[in-house]
T-cell receptor, first 111, second 115 residues
Framework: AQSVTQLGSHVSVSEGALVLLRCNYSSSVPPYLFWYVQYPNQGLQLLLK??????LVKGINGFEAEFKKSETSFHLTKPSAHMSDAAEYFCAVRVGDKIIFGKGTRLHILP | EAGVVQSPRYKIIEKKQPVAFWCNPISGHNTLYWYRQNLGQGPELLIRYENEEAVDDSQLPKDRFSAERLKGVDSTLKIQPAELGDSAVYLC?????????????FGQGTRLTVV
């Protein structure tokens, strides 16, 4: 069965510091992987996705993620955090037409 | 293009009352999802439609929840009767069917509070 595990329900970083949000997946077939962001009282917005090809994927707002098959990971990073990055982030795996989400990581940005 | 539209945005009802949510997906998207998001959790799939057919409703509590997608476009999700534990955000999403690039696009959700 497919599943997604996000390590850390809350992550705090200082403004300007590196952001690292962790995601591990399990899938019996090659997965398609996504990161979504959710701002308060909003729906989910796609940040980036991995389908095939290059394992380092760049997304919106300066975020990127690297697919590591050997580690079954798809961690999200951003070199320099901005106050506007404070939100909830969800990692998701798609197998066929089924999309499964992790429990989310709330990112706090410290001034 | 217009995004996924949901209504209402907020709903407060007393327990045992019925409630319905409406979703208009992105034009041309065959696949429609209803997710429930509890506070502090990720979205959990309730039901998935391919056109007008419900192809995955294994997580839908069928004793009180029902959904329909007439004509394969708009969809409604109904709860009758609502319970306190149904308080959550109900998200609708749509995507094109199949293929690696078919991410889901989400509406803003309906926040349901059952009192």
């Amino acid at each position: 069965a497919q599943s997604v595990t996000q390590l850390g329900s809350h992550v705090s970083v200082s403004e300007g510091a590196l952001v690292l949000l962790r995601c591990n997946y399990s899938s019996s077939v090659p997965p398609y992987l996504f990161w979504y962001v959710q701002y308060p009282n909003q729906g989910l917005q796609l940040l980036l996705k991995y389908t095939t090809g290059a394992t380092l994927v760049k997304g919106i707002n300066g975020f990127e993620a690297e697919f590591k098959k050997s580690e079954t990971s798809f961690h999200l990073t951003k070199p320099s955090a901005h106050m506007s990055d404070a939100a909830e982030y969800f990692c998701a795996v798609r197998v066929g037409d089924k999309i499964i989400f992790g429990k989310g990581t709330r990112l706090h940005i410290l001034p | 293009e217009a995004g996924v539209v949901q209504s209402p945005r907020y709903k407060i009802i007393e327990k045992k009352q019925p409630v319905a949510f409406w979703c208009n997906p992105i034009s041309g998207h065959n696949t429609l999802y209803w997710y429930r998001q509890n506070l502090g959790q990720g979205p959990e799939l309730l039901i998935r439609y391919e056109n007008e057919e419900a192809v995955d409703d294994s997580q839908l509590p069928k004793d009180r929840f029902s959904a329909e997608r007439l004509k394969g476009v708009d969809s409604t999700l109904k709860i009758q009767p609502a319970e306190l534990g149904d308080s959550a955000v109900y998200l609708c999403a749509s995507s094109r069917r199949g293929g690696a690039n078919t991410e889901a696009f989400f509406g803003q959700g309906t926040r349901l509070t059952v009192v």
